[in-house]
Each structure stands twice: as structure tokens, then as C-alpha cells.
């Protein structure tokens, strides 16, 4: 083994990611190019443009991550790629790129789930408290994004990592109800974040949104999934019945004559009505993701929790988890925001573990856009 150093490479959604890190822990190089500005003009992500700015972006982000780490090619011992779940078009990109690498330099391939890796950005500058923790008993993982909402038991046995899944969303992903009900309100894509920010300025128990409680589980294993497309149909509704439609296709064309629109413009353009509506719908996700992981970890007796994902980076989220993590005695741990939404670094640490344990990919890999962990 050389010193430890993988290369990271994401290109499952909308971001060309690549990242060295070395060990697991520590990142000398974490580059983002982010395609969102091209895909806002749509309202949402185009799979063909995104496999086109994959192509574009792949060698010059890679080409910067190894210039930034102060380190060449050959000091690589091994590149990791995300293999699945995302677009089938926009993963191949990686993973053709990935292997050529792997082969030309003669170092290890390694697949890495991209749902592992939103787990390892929380793990891998947490705090030893966490590192500890889940060596002895397991940790309970929410991977909330744009694509999934899922929880995990994720324990390790002699360094490797083995996840169970207890719970998902049985439609929409939260962040996904985060964006539709933010177009919905005419607000700019992806939504998530004006929604987080907007909140601030409403009233959060103006309007009482309820969710279904769904379970797949037996009485001796329950499930603890979600259901989030009920509060977009509950959204559209309130929209209608308090005749906020044509306001909120005016806010659209307003917001999108405006070149890079803030928060000031956003909340301008909102009546309070609508503030109040939009502090109500954050209240009400975060309440229920809190309940259902909470009620998870009190079934499997976890005591320390994992959030990531891009929606870990909203502040309600974080606030309220970390309330009631204090108040039950439980330790919590976030990536750091910028390792929340999509990036090679979280890539490149979920492969660590596996590099130790030899567990290499073939030459043969290919992409798995409805992989499982
Ligand atoms: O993890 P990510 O970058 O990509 C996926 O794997 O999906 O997550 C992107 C999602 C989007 O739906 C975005 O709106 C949401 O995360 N998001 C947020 C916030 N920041 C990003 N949702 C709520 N509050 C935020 N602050
Ligand atoms: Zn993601």
C-alpha cells in the first residue's frame, strides 16, 4: 500500500465531481462543477444535457482535483467512482473515465454506491465521539436529497461497513417535494434552498399539514418509511383554494427576468400568505423526518444518528436534530454543508474501508441507475 490516496469521481446527478482523499479523512482536493445553472433554465435536470457536461467538465475536473492536491497521478493507489443509483447516461461518463484511469495507471478500481457515500460525508470529518460509536454498535443514516430518502442501520465488523435498509420514501424524495412545491410557488430551481431561507420570514404553524403513515413492516419488523407527494398535493390545493396560482406564476416570470435573483427579490416578490405557506410546508417535512428517525432509532436502539445528504444542509433540519439528539441523549452528526450536496470527496472516503479489504471492481463495471444499498 502506498499513502493512502483514492480518487474520488461523482457524475450520478447534476454535479462532475472529483476529490483526493487520503486515508478516509482527510481531503486535499474536493472539486465541484456544478451544472445547476444550465439545468435551472429547465426547471429541473435534463438527463441528455447532463451526460453532455459530464463529457465536457470530467477531464478538466479531475485534471484539477490531482493539480490541487499537490500530488500526480502516479501517487494514486486507487480510483474510486460512483457506480449507482443515478441517470444511467450521466453515471457511464464517470465510470468510462474511471476505468480508462484505473487501467492506464495500473491502480485499483473501486464502485462505490453514491448513497454510501452521502453516509461517509457526515462520517468523515465527524467527531471521534461518532467514530467510536459506530465501531461498537450501529449508527442510524437518513440520506435525504434530491433523489432518496432513505434510513439506514449501518454497523461496521472488522473495519467493514454493512448497511440495512429500514426505511424510504414510497414516492417522492424530500428534497424533491423541497423543488416541486418551490415551482409550484414560482421560486427558482432547485428550490430546497429559497424554500430553507423563506421560511425564516413566515409563520410555521399557520397552515397544519398532515402525513399518512405508511409501513411496509410486520408488528416484529416494522419499517419506518415516508410518503412527501401528499404535501405537494396538499400545497397545490391550498394554492387553488386561496387563489395564490396566478401570483405565483407572476413571482416565476419576475424571479426569472432577474439575472441571479436573491433572497431579498424572492421575499419581496412573496405576500405573506405565501411565506407563511412556505414556513409551514419546512416545518412540517422536518417535523416528520425528526419523528421517523427518531422513532427508528428508539425500535433499533441506536444512539448515534447520521444525516446527510444535499437536504442535510437545510437549517431547520440541523437545528431541530440537534435538539432532540440533546434532549434523548443521542450524538448527531452533519457533513459540513458543502459536503451535503453531491461531491467526489464522500465518494472517495466510502471507498477507503473497501481499498483495505481488497474489495476492487472489474474492468467489466457498468452503471446501475436503480442500484441498492
Ligand atoms: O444530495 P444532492 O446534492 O443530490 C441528490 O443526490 O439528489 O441533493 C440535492 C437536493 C435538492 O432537492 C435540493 O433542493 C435539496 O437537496 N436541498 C435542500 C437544501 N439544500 C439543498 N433542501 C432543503 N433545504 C436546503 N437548505
Ligand atoms: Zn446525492
Redesign the pocket.
Known sequence: MGSGLILGIES????TAAAVVRSGHDILSNVVSSQVAMHALYGGVVPELASREHLRNVVPVVREAIRSAGITYADLDAVAVTSGP?LAGALLVGISFAKSLSFGLGKPLLAIN?LEG?IHAALLQSSTQVDEATTTEPTLAL??????THLYLASQTSGAWHYRNIGRTVDD????A??KV?KLLGLP?????????LSAFGNPEAVRFTFSTIDRGTPGEPTFDFSFSGIKTAVLRYLETHSLREASATRHTALSAIASPTLEDARALCDPQTLDLIASF?HA?VSNLVRQTLRAAEHTGARSLVI??????????RARFTEVAQQRGLTVAFPP?AL????AAMIAAAAWPRFLHADFAPATLNATPQLRL
Open positions: 450520478s446527478c447534476d454535479e443515478g453514491h452521502h440520506v435525504v436529497s434530491g433523489g432518496h424524495a424530500a428534497g424533491e423541497y423543488d418551490a430551481y432547485p428550490g430546497g434552498p429559497w424554500m430553507d431561507r419546512q417535512v446527510s445528504g444535499g437536504v442535510a444542509s437545510n437549517r431547520a433540519l454543508p451535503s450536496t453531491d461531491n
